[in-house]
């Protein structure tokens, strides 16, 4: 009887599905593939633009081709340096600190025993993830202008005695994107760390309190160790990011005044393709900044393999 049900599974194994079995999965496939060839794979192509001195009333055709020139005379202008040592502190200040904060976040909602005012602070802290930086940007400017409310409550205790350009300011700027972003993302970063934690075995803080542990030794000893896997494994996967600064955000806030220190990859190749006119130049400086996120991202799931044992494929 046994032998007969191995080979049944056997048959079963070994065979082929065919297309007529499985169309309508393939059916269900479609609409998205249409989609993602649509908006992706054909506006892959104009890449091309980066070895032609493109001409829009010529084509992809006509253009006259011009090699590796536009990246030699990307990389001889000044703002190219410029805008990608923004777009690196900018996001890797934004990667660090949101993580910091989310992995904080986590383990002091986790020592809450109230229910009910754990889910409610974790909710309000969740929420700004899915507002629009149209709409946060708006309530920002209002915030942080030098009649805001920001420098009037700084005024009023003493702290400065004229008000702070926080949008205006060079030496400011970069701070303020970096702490609103993370205001705005820690609640939902924190998540997979709050579920991280809530696979650690209990016996093992019932074992610290045996042992006499407090609260911070439990967290250190316990917690910590608990999730380390997981933020290993979320650091070496943000390392594919390392040059995404948040288009949206720094278009919103940003103006002229503070291109030094704000003018990051993505806001450079809007303003040299839609308002310079520099198709060729600004395609590019962003084919140079998709191949180097490519290797980081083949260099991040490396990692990730190392060390955190996390393998897509």
């Excluded at 969740?126 to 009649?147: K, M």
């Amino acid at each position: 009887m046994l032998g007969k049900k191995q080979n049944v599974k056997k048959v079963q194994a070994g065979r082929k599905v065919t297309f007529r079995q499985t169309y309508q999965y393939h059916l269900l496939m479609l609409p998205g593939f249409l989609v993602l060839f649509i908006y992706t794979i054909i506006p892959f192509f104009g890449n091309i633009m980066a070895f032609q001195n493109f001409q829009p009333i010529l084509g992809f055709f006509k253009s006259r081709w011009v090699g590796l020139d536009n990246f030699r005379h990307m990389l001889m202008l000044p703002d190219t340096a410029r805008i990608f040592r923004n777009s690196f502190v900018i996001a890797v200040g934004k990667l660090v600190f949101t993580m910091v904060f989310s992995i904080l976040f986590a383990i002091l909602l986790n020592e809450i025993n109230h229910i009910k005012f754990k889910k409610t602070i974790q909710t309000i802290c969740f929420l700004p993830h899915f507002l629009s930086w149209v709409i946060l940007a708006t309530i920002f400017r209002n915030l942080l202008d030098t009649n805001g409310i920001a420098n009037q409550l700084m005024m009023s205790s003493g702290l400065i005695k004229e008000p702070l350009m926080f949008l205006g300011s060079n030496k400011i700027f970069q701070g303020v994107i970096i702490s609103t972003d993370v205001w705005k993302e820690f609640g939902y970063g924190a998540i997979i760390f709050i579920a991280a934690l809530m696979g650690i075995n209990p016996e093992l803080y019932e074992a610290a309190n045996v042992d006499g542990a407090g609260r911070l030794q439990k967290i250190w000893h316990v917690t910590l160790p608990g999730i380390r896997v997981t933020i290993v494994l979320v650091a070496t996967l943000n390392i594919a990011n390392i040059l995404n600064a948040g288009f949206d955000q720094i278009y919103n806030l940003y103006s002229p005044i503070v291109y030094k220190s704000g003018d990051i990859i993505d806001t450079y190749v809007y303003r040299m393709s839609f308002i310079n006119t520099q198709y060729s130049l600004a395609t590019a400086i962003g084919l140079l900044k998709s191949v180097i996120s490519f290797i980081m991202i083949v260099t991040a799931h490396g990692l990730a393999k190392k060390f955190a044992n996390y393998r897509i494929f």
